[in-house]
Structure formats: structure tokens, C-alpha cells
């Protein structure tokens, strides 16, 4: 079974960083895509950055210049580093694995749990 976990939210000030990390566990045999998504409180669920299993990215045009995406394909691993944060950053964020092929599974998308960031002073 795919799971991915979260990690690296937390409380920081404004203009501070933070470096979240997305890990895809199970027999996973390839992921097209990763990335990130965020929920503030009454909004949708918005993305934040994705990239492709070649290293193609995309990003909100809110973070662009801020946030930076990567991935690690030998670790099913991706991570988001944020920069010079701002209090309209605060949300969940969500981790993405888009089109998952694992060994006994169809190819499907899967969701991580969330992690909170605030930021605030």
C-alpha cells in the first residue's frame, strides 16, 4: 500500500524559511508527478508547486521566485523550500503523487495527511 508522509511545518516569522519533505513509501515502481498543495481556512485547496519525474516544474505565481521544488526519484522523496515567507503562507500543506505504479495497485494519485505552517510573528 502507497503512503506518503510529511514533515517540517511549523511556526516561523516573516521572512523566515522552511524546508518540507514528502516521502512516498510501498512497492513503488515509478511516480509521474509531485508536488504540493495548500488549504488556508475557507479556501480551496490550491497548488503550490509540482514537478515531474524529469524535473519539470510548475509553480502559483504567488511563490514564484520564493519556493523551491525538488525531488529525489531513487527515494520517491520530494521536497518544498520556502523562502521568505509570508502570513498569507499560513496553511495546510499536502503533499501529491500523481499517477503511482506499486506493485499490486492500480495507477492511481495519492494524498499525504498534511502539515500546518504559520507564519506569524
Known amino acids: 500500500q502507497v503512503q506518503l508522509v510529511e514533515s517540517g511545518g511549523g511556526l516561523v516569522q516573516p521572512g523566515g524559511s522552511l524546508r518540507l519533505s514528502c516521502a512516498a513509501s510501498g512497492s513503488i515502481f515509478s511516480i509521474y508527478a509531485m508536488g504540493w498543495y495548500r488549504q488556508a481556512p475557507g479556501k480551496q485547496r490550491e497548488l503550490v508547486a509540482a514537478i515531474t519525474a524529469g524535473g519539470s516544474t510548475n509553480y502559483a505565481d504567488s511563490v514564484k521566485g520564493r519556493f523551491t521544488i525538488s525531488r529525489d526519484n531513487a527515494k520517491n522523496t520530494v521536497y518544498l523550500q520556502m523562502n521568505s515567507l509570508k502570513p498569507e503562507d499560513t496553511a495546510v500543506y499536502y503533499c501529491?503523487?500523481?499517477?503511482?505504479?506499486?506493485?499490486?495497485?492500480?495507477?492511481?494519485?495519492?494524498w499525504g495527511q498534511g502539515t500546518q505552517v504559520t507564519v506569524s510573528s
Open positions: 501529491s503523487a500523481e499517477k503511482v505504479a506499486a506493485m499490486g495497485e492500480d495507477l492511481s494519485d495519492y
